[in-house]
Every structure is written in structure tokens, then in C-alpha cells.
């Protein structure tokens, strides 16, 4: 939890997000995702001043439980001075026992966010999904929670000016702000009314736009014309593709030219002939995609 202190900015996690959201449809499979398809909504887990402190947390949490689908899961809540905003004890359940930093007590509306997060924890604790790293995991968590539509209540939990900061969650703004926006474009949605925080918006527009940028990328045939022409140069001269370009070129056993690129929605590779106009249907995610190739 940054408070007070520097908030970093970007995309620094930006591979192992896209990676998260890969896993988690490998994982849940595209149907289950959909099931996801309603955000948590502001008023299941609005919080006032004159809520009684630990019965209103308990509210918020069963309503966090209760979007992950968790209904035999019971969050116990308590508050503790500690450096980070929460944190949860992954037991066998049914009971997992949560502690809020002592912050929360003077800043309720931020504990639905606080919450997310640690209740993502133990949906994916129960999927047995995980990243090697403990960095990455929170990552995958972050991501997770974000995705399946609690998270923009932690990118909401993100205020800064010029003399103070907080920042809920493991991702950037930015970061949050990618992958909620990658829900929206998945579900039709505009999280953006829920905002309370003029800094979330701000991080959400950025995001928005780089994730509309993975369905402008060739061989996509949204790609703008300078991509346009960059790939057709790329497919005459093989040799001169960048690393860093977003496909890759490559034989297959008959030796006839394929392409290969990530699914804007879910980021598995796909792999197409190179031969003109062609429609590709995403393995993993479903997701149909048009090409020029």
C-alpha cells in the first residue's frame, strides 16, 4: 500500500499481466469467465461513517464472497496496525481470517477494494492458480480480481496530488486501468461512472487506450496503416522482422509461411497461413478474429 509515499507509474508488469489473464482463461475456460459478466456493483459494498465498523466490513466481505461465487467461504475481519493493506491466512476453510490495516477504520469507502483483493486470494488459492514468484502472484491476483470485476474498486482506491498519495494493489494505475479496461471491451461495460477518484479515470483512459491498441496490431485487420506497411515489409524480407514486433513468422512442415500473434482478448499465440484474408477463432478464448495476412 502506497501512502504518502511515490507512486509508480506505467506498465513495468505489463508481461506478466497479459500472462495472468492467459492463465486464468486456461484455467476457468472461456464459459466461466462469462459468468463474470456483472461487475460488483457501488451500492453491495458502499460504506459510510456511521456504519458500525467490524459488522459493516463483515457485510462488504460476504457481498466480495459472494461475487466470487464462494458461498461456503466465511471471511472473519479484524484490524491491526501492519505495513500492508491487508492480508489473509490461505487455510483449508471454510473460515479465512483477513486483517485490515488500522488505516481502514478512519477510511471505509476503501475497504471493498481491500477486500477484492484479499478475497481474489482465496478463489485463486481454491483454483490451485499460481505464478512462481511472490511478486508475480500478487500480480496474478491484482489482474484476476480486475477481470472478473471486483478490481475497480482498487484502481478507485488511488488518489494523488501534490502533497499526498494512496494506492491499493500490487499493479500501476495504468496497470489497473489495462485490465479493467480489457473486461470492458470484453463485456460492453463503462466502469468509468463508478469512479469516485478523478486520478482512477485518468489511469483508466490510458489503459483503455493500450488495450484497444492489442486490436490494432497486424496481422489484425484493425491494424492502422503504418503497422499495415510495416508488416508487409516484415513478410517480404523475413529477416529483417524485429524482436519486438507483436508477430512472428515461421514454416510449417510442408514449408508453406505461417504467422503467428497473441489473441487481444486472452493472449494465447495464434498461429495462421499467411495467405490474404483469413478468419481465426482463438483456441483458448473463443474470440473471432479477422486478418488480412
Known amino acids: 500500500m502506497a501512502n504518502g509515499g511515490p507512486v509508480q507509474h506505467g506498465y513495468p508488469h505489463l508481461e506478466t499481466v497479459r500472462a495472468a ?10 464459459d466461466t469467465v ?4 456483472t461487475s460488483v456493483v457501488p451500492a453491495d459494498v458502499a460504506f459510510c461513517d456511521t456504519d458500525d465498523l467490524h459488522l459493516g466490513a463483515q457485510r462488504v466481505a460476504r457481498e466480495i464472497v459472494r461475487h466470487f461465487r464462494l458461498p461456503d467461504a466465511r471471511l472473519i475481519v479484524g484490524f491491526r496496525e501492519m505495513t500492508h493493506a491487508a492480508n489473509v491466512e490461505l487455510a483449508a476453510g471454510p473460515e479465512y481470517f483477513v486483517e485490515l490495516n488500522d488505516r481502514f477504520r478512519t477510511h471505509r469507502q476503501d475497504i471493498g477494494a ?14 490451485d492458480l499460481s505464478f512462481p514468484t511472490t511478486a508475480e502472484n500478487e500480480i ?16 478507485d482506491a488511488f488518489r494523488e496530488d501534490a502533497v499526498s498519495s494512496q494506492k491499493l494493489g500490487y499493479l500501476t494505475p495504468e496497470e489497473f486501468g489495462y485490465v479493467l479496461a480489457k473486461r470492458a471491451l470484453l463485456f460492453h461495460e463503462d466502469p468509468s461512472v463508478w469512479f469516485t477518484s478523478p486520478q482512477a479515470y485518468d ?10 491498441r492489442d486490436e490494432q496490431q497486424p496481422p489484425l485487420t484493425g491494424a ?9 515489409h516484415d513478410r517480404r524480407h523475413l529477416a529483417g522482422v524485429q524482436p519486438t514486433a507483436p508477430y512472428a513468422f515461421s514454416p510449417d512442415p510442408t514449408g508453406r509461411l505461417r504467422v503467428s ?9 495464434i498461429r495462421v ?3 490474404g484474408r483469413v478468419r481465426a477463432r482463438c483456441g483458448l478464448c473463443r474470440t473471432v478474429l479477422e486478418c488480412d495476412t
Do not use: M, N
Open 261 to 269: 500473434f497473441s489473441c487481444p482478448t486472452c493472449h494465447q499465440r
Open 114 to 127: 481491500a477486500l477484492a483483493h484479499e478475497v481474489a486470494h482465496v478463489y485463486l488459492h481454491r483454483l
Open 21 to 30: 489473464i492467459t492463465a486464468l482463461y486456461k484455467r476457468l475456460s472461456r
Open 203 to 212: 489511469a483508466y483512459v490510458k489503459g483503455l487506450a493500450l488495450a484497444r
Open 273 to 275: 497461413p499467411v495467405k
Open 140 to 155: 496474478l491476483t491484482d489482474t484476476v480480481t480486475t477481470y472478473l470485476g471486483a478490481g475497480w474498486l482498487l484502481l
Open 224 to 232: 492502422g496503416w503504418a503497422g499495415r506497411r510495416r508488416y508487409a
Open 34 to 37: 462469462q459468468t463474470f459478466s
